[in-house]
């Protein structure tokens, strides 16, 4: 029985933990040597839904990543309830390293990266020819960041039945870049979206460009089980309006012979900014420029009165415009450009 006042002794002193628990704590994390391998197809207001052995689940990140973020395209590895069952929630646990991260920043001078896609190998970069008009400038930025990220790049231009695509090509000629040209009545077509899934079986294509192209329209012609919404373009300011607001990595249906592939949504672009590129690494987009360098002063931009490019191409190494190209696109680090 406990005594008060001054009948007590020190056996009735009341010990209270500390403010952190009386359970010692330990840096030591578990291993999670069962834990699944799954993919993250989307995320939602810090809910990620994965696709494990077949199953979609939802999942949390788990306390021990810290702040690493988890994003679409990324293998990870979960534990927990793994059933898919509704009101289920499993934990991400890991994240497997990455293969190759398509990153932007808000503008050029924003320090934080935005990490849109992990893992893709091929950027689809959408634009229509018109309603709303091109924006080359845009499209220049996606390039850099492809090519920063390593990606191989497809440039689909839609909406040709408004106006023909033979100028805007023959803009992005000397870059070499394949490319793909359909219209609004052709999309109607499944031997047209076949025509276009061809150049994605077997990839982890993330289709990027500005609201109002057609960009998820071409999506859900090419995963016809998966309809996202679409929206229109405003009569007066000819902008699109958002209608896709969080990235979706949906499954390519595999054709006879083929190894299917992913196809990733991401959001409408007002602005790409490219202030974690570094400019140094946009050159290796061009071999045939590449080798010209190893004359060039140290730290040069490669748009300085003493580049060895000039002589270079002056000598019949490459061509003229593939110069061009480049230093238009390592102008475009340089300045932020909205349009």
Wanted: contains cysteine; charged residues 30%.
């Amino acid at each position: 029985m406990r005594r008060y006042g001054k009948h007590t002794d020190e056996d009735d002193i009341r010990v209270r933990p500390g403010r952190r628990g009386s359970r010692p704590r330990t840096h030591t994390r578990p291993k999670h040597e069962d834990a699944a391998p799954g993919f993250v197809v989307t995320v939602d207001r810090g809910r990620l839904t994965c696709l494990v052995e077949g199953r979609t689940v939802t999942a949390m990140k788990a306390r021990e990543l810290g702040r690493k973020g988890v994003v679409v395209g990324d293998r990870v590895d979960l534990v927990g309830d793994l059933s898919g069952a509704r009101d289920t929630l499993a934990r991400i646990v890991r994240v497997r390293p990455r293969e190759s991260v398509l990153r932007r920043t808000a503008d050029d001078t924003d320090p934080y990266e935005r990490v849109i896609v992990a893992n893709a190998d091929q950027l689809a970069i959408v634009t229509a020819l018109a309603d709303p008009e091109p924006r080359p400038r845009l499209i220049d930025r996606c390039l850099v960041a492809a090519f920063d990220a390593g990606l191989d790049v497809l440039l689909v231009l839609t909406k040709a039945d408004l106006t023909p695509a033979d100028p805007l090509l023959e803009t992005y000629a000397p870059l070499g870049i394949r490319h793909l040209v359909t219209s609004r009545e052709e999309l109607a077509t499944d031997a047209a979206a076949e025509r276009v899934r061809e150049a994605l079986y077997g990839r982890n294509t993330a289709f990027v460009g500005h609201s109002g192209v057609g960009k998820t329209t071409l999506v859900n012609a090419l995963v016809p089980d998966r309809q996202r919404a679409t929206g229109v373009v405003n009569a007066v300011t000819g902008r699109g309006r958002h209608t896709t607001t969080s990235a979706l990595a949906l499954p390519l249906p595999a054709a006879e012979g083929t190894t299917g592939g992913w196809v990733i949504d991401t959001p409408g672009l007002r602005s790409f900014g490219l202030n974690h590129v570094d400019p140094s690494r946009v050159i290796s987009a061009f071999p045939d420029l590449e080798p010209g360098t190893a004359d060039c002063p140290r730290a040069c931009g490669h748009d300085e009165p003493d580049c060895a490019l000039d002589a270079w191409v002056a000598a019949g190494h490459a061509e003229p415009a593939r110069l061009y190209s480049l230093r238009r696109l390592l102008a475009t680090r340089e300045r932020h450009e909205g349009d």
